[in-house]
Nanobody
Framework: QVQLVESGGGLVQAGGSLRLSCAVS????????MGWYRQAPGEQRELVEA???????NYADSVKGRFTISRDYAENTVALQMNSLKPEDTAVYYC??????????????WGQGTQVTVSS
């Protein structure tokens, strides 16, 4: 069983900053990709930013230059620094990881989600 525990989030004014953190624990051999997705009301869940085991990053064009992902391989944690926040960034943010749980088996795991609300 793999668990993801998120922290951070909350209410901030437009132009402000927030930092999300996520810790991965449980029965696994290794963690591959880690990242963050978000889902606004009435919308599909979308990728915000992710970082692979080789430190390659993928991100949504809408957050380019504003959000930065970082990862601690020793602690199996991932953080998302969000600057210059906009009202359209309002959503529930989910931590994600792909982990190897058996020699020949990987799985996708999610956190419970944390609300980020940006007021105008």
């Amino acid at each position: 069983q793999v668990q993801l525990v998120e922290s951070g989030g909350g209410l901030v004014q437009a132009g402000g900053s927030l930092r999300l953190s996520c810790a991965v624990s449980g029965s696994m051999i290794s963690v591959n990709t880690m990242g963050w997705y978000r889902q606004a009301p009435g919308e599909q869940r979308e990728l915000v930013e992710a970082i692979t085991g080789g430190d390659s990053t993928n991100y949504a064009d809408s957050v380019k230059g504003r959000f930065t992902i970082s990862r601690d391989y020793a602690e199996n944690t991932v953080a998302l620094q969000m600057n210059s926040l906009k009202p359209e960034d309002t959503a529930v943010y989910y931590c994600y990881c792909n982990a190897r749980v058996r020699i020949l088996r990987t799985g996708d795991f999610w956190g419970q989600g944390t609300q980020v609300t940006v007021s105008s």
